[in-house]
């Protein structure tokens, strides 16, 4: 839970945000369209040189958001990116 709420993905096409008023965000599923998109990309990257949808840094960010979680979780502590 973050300080201002958090989300719950309920079903793949439905968001529920939960804070001191709860608002309902359906939302179109598009996993397999984008993961379709992410190797149409990554073909594209290595093949004829385009330009990734998301740099290495970028790619980097959700792996350190883990291991922060990780060890937050370990530490029992606050653990600030």
Known sequence: MGERGYLRVERPD?????????????VEPTAVNSFVAELTNFRDVVLHGAKPFISAEEALLPTRLVEAAFASHREGKTIHL
């Open 14 to 26: 439905r968001l529920v945000l939960h804070t001191d008023d709860v608002n309902v965000v359906n």
